[in-house]
């Protein structure tokens, strides 16, 4: 009989107990299953990093958006300080195209407003960006603001620092017509700026130094003071040699010219021996009994008549020393005419003098100078021309070629007059307008009076003119932005 093969025995070797013994002692697979629990939490990490990373992004870029914004906002109330709604508009803008390329946020309620006094910038409001990663962790976004407000920035005018400044203004014949239009526009946009949009807490106050052949003073005591009590009422001069030798009589003026001497190029007190020179003419009116024609054609038409010298500029373009009334300021500005030639140097020397406290005795209380080394306080010249310095004058004050003339040319008197005022603490800035080129003496003249060279301006049309003086004027009026 056949047997029948036995069955294999299926059942696990040793039991289940075993196998399951065998499962336990099994490490083959504990790699890939804690592999797959630190990918999850490094993924979580990554993409917290990510979400963080994006917040710093926006948030930087929102606030840098909001200081541009309110300085901005600031800056247009500084030449438009009656326009709140204008300041608003502009920082808005400001800050709507400063964050075009930032990420997107959700919830931006950012807005500015003019602060209580009506100088300052500020903003507030909100913003988000989303957290794709971190809404896992419940986070569904993050602020770019603090809710507080603390980060919030305001934009205001530089406090604490008191400006004296002098402007020079050519008012020769060349600036006649349009081109004196554009330097009265110009001029008063400068007053708006720096005094009428001033700082309530500090002092600023403007210098009118109007030139062109002489110098006119404000007041019969300024004018004795500058240049004696006793100047001859007229001289005989002697010009020419040989067949062209000429004596002529020169009638005293109420104008001064350039000082002669030793302290020519100082602004060394007006005494004895370092007075101003007046200025001598032959041209003339007549005044007092007998009466004149006033035409200076030589004589009157009476007699007994005192002759008296004329100025080249007139009465209405009189220096007016330091004020901080943008009003009378501006009326005055609007009052300028212009009229004869270019003693560029004349208008350097006495944009000094109103700056000097050494010449405080010819102003009145209120408009004298600080001392130099006075703390929180800045000296300004600011040098305005349009052209070729032409003029100057002998021993006699009489206008005479550089070569006969007390001190050289002009441009050169105006240029030592220049370096001084700058050892002596003063910024100078310079604009020339329609000037012929950088190769001509009188873009040569300024850019070197200029401090530095950032304030040097050229300007050819009267928009760039009124640019560079308003550009002048911010920069001296800063800014501040603090949180």
Known sequence: MTKMPKCRDRRLPGGLPAALARFKADRSGNVAVVFGLIAVSLMLAVGAAVDIGRWLHARDQTLAAIDAAVLAGARYLQTNSDDMDGALAAAQN????????????????????????????????SAYIETPFLQFATIDKLPLINAA????????????????????????????????????????????????????DVTTKIALVPFSEDIRLPTT????????????????????SGWNQQTKTVYLSDCVVERAGSQKYTDAEPKSGQYVMARYTEDFTSSGSGGG??????????????????????????????????????????????????????????????LSPDWDALWPAQSRPVAYDTPNYRKIAILMTDGEYNRQYDGNGVSANASKAANGSSATQARAL??????????????????????????????????????????????????????IGLKLSKLYLSK
């Open 94 to 125: 400001f800050y709507d195209q400063n964050v075009t390329s930032r990420l997107p946020v959700t919830d931006d309620t950012v807005a500015f407003k003019v602060a209580d006094d009506g100088e300052s910038m500020t903003a507030s409001g």
């Open 149 to 200: 407000n603390a980060e919030f920035s305001i934009a205001g005018r530089n406090i604490g620092e008191n400006l004296e400044i002098s402007l020079m203004l050519d008012v020769t014949g060349s600036m006649s017509g349009q081109k004196l239009l554009d330097l009265k526009k110009a001029a008063k946009d400068l007053v708006n700026i720096i005094v009428e949009a001033g700082a309530k």
């Open 221 to 240: 005591s300024a004018l004795n003071k500058a240049r004696g009590n006793n100047p001859p009422d007229t001289k005989t001069v002697t010009t020419g």
């Open 293 to 354: 024609n006033g035409w200076g054609w030589g004589g009157g038409w009476g007699s007994g008549g005192k002759k008296e010298g004329k100025c080249t500029i007139p009465e209405d373009s009189a220096i007016m020393p330091l004020s901080d009334d943008a009003t009378e300021l501006k009326e005055k500005i609007d009052d300028l005419s212009a009229a004869g030639g270019t003693a560029g140097h004349l208008g350097t020397a006495w944009a000094w003098y109103t």
């Open 418 to 471: 220049c370096s001084a005022m700058k050892q002596a603490g003063i910024t100078v800035y310079t604009v020339g307008f329609e000037l012929s080129g950088p190769s001509s003496e009188s873009y040569q003249t300024l850019e070197q009076c200029a401090s530095e060279e950032d304030k040097f301006y050229t300007a050819s049309t009267g928009m760039q003119l009124q640019q560079a003086f308003r550009d």
